[in-house]
């Protein structure tokens, strides 16, 4: 069994294609379906099921991926320690962030980082907050942007809150409550609505909200991309509710207000394992992202 053979497990775990394990490890693609071949030949049993469009792990190649990770996450601390002899002057981030951060540009901390660092690999990662702590758990991020919710409290995880916005309701120009610089959410209680997909933080404020509000919200459109939403309530096809900041200025006209019964708000979270050793470059951009302020500047 060689190191390599579980590095190409794991990127096909996490990336569902040996195509873009093939690119993520910088091998030729047989190169790499040539290795898990090998190594389910040593094990002596099938870890990936081929059979279906997407590439699935089998219960033992899932199995096989979780302690690979945790023996790679040791190989990795054991060169971080001989790393921290010399400084940061190489290796990996591996960050995770929800769709959308108001206003936290984690462009200007990338920046900023790589600045100070330029030989160190930064990859991003973009998912919803719920799949991105797992992520964290598993030591396939290093570190993460995303928003709290209860499933993700705890679980051996550690939280630093870097920003709080309203959620506003965004409604067409030509509403009748357009307007209104405050609506009840009751008051939308018969449109239809256009929410981010399942998963997302956003989709359980909307399900936890009305649910308060005393309805159950008719879902007509879903989108994880803020100016698709956006566009669509332009036109009329529903309302949402959205960070007050990814509607604000330039974009299609639509009209906003202020949500009472119950008030809403999000927030950007910078999280982390708490029992994980970083290796040097993970733990120079963990300290920089816990001195950004509210917009990611440091």
Same mark, same amino acid.
């Given at each position: ?13 996490? *990336? ?164 209104? *610089? ?117």
């Amino acid at each position: 069994m060689e190191l390599r053979q579980l590095k190409y497990l794991v990127a096909i775990a996490e *990336e569902g294609s040996f195509t873009q394990a093939a690119v993520r490890e910088h091998v030729a693609q047989p190169a790499l379906s040539q290795q898990i071949r090998r190594l389910e030949q040593e094990v002596g049993i099938t870890l990936i099921d081929r059979t279906t469009r997407r590439v699935r792990m089998t219960a033992a190649g899932t199995r096989m991926v979780e302690r690979a990770r945790r023996a790679l996450a040791e190989i990795d601390a054991g060169v971080s320690e001989l790393d921290e002899l010399t400084g940061v002057r190489g290796g990996r981030v591996a960050i995770g962030a929800m769709q959308t951060l108001g206003p936290f540009d984690l462009s200007k901390l990338l920046a900023a980082f790589h600045n100070q660092y330029p030989e160190v690999e930064l990859a991003v990662r973009e998912e919803p907050s719920e799949a991105l702590a797992e992520r964290l758990r598993s030591d396939a991020l290093d570190l993460a942007f995303l928003s709290v919710t209860e499933r993700i409290q705890g679980g051996g995880l550690s939280f630093q809150r870097l920003a709080t916005e309203e959620v506003v309701a965004v409604l067409p120009p030509e509403h009748p409550l357009a307007g209104h *610089e405050r609506v009840r959410l009751a008051d939308l209680g018969q449109e239809r609505f256009i929410s981010f997909r399942e998963g997302s933080m956003l989709r359980r404020l909307l399900i936890g909200a009305t649910g308060e509000a005393g309805f159950a919200p008719r879902v007509a459109f879903e989108s994880n991309e803020v100016a698709r939403i956006r566009s669509m309530v332009a036109r009329g096809l529903g309302v949402s509710l959205l960070p007050r900041s990814d509607v604000e200025g330039d974009g299609v006209a639509v009209a906003l207000a202020s949500v009472d019964e119950p008030a809403l708000s999000r927030d950007v979270t910078l999280v982390w394992r708490a029992d994980r050793r970083h290796g040097p470059a993970a733990a120079a951009f963990l300290d920089l992202a816990r001195r950004a302020d509210e917009t990611g500047a440091t």
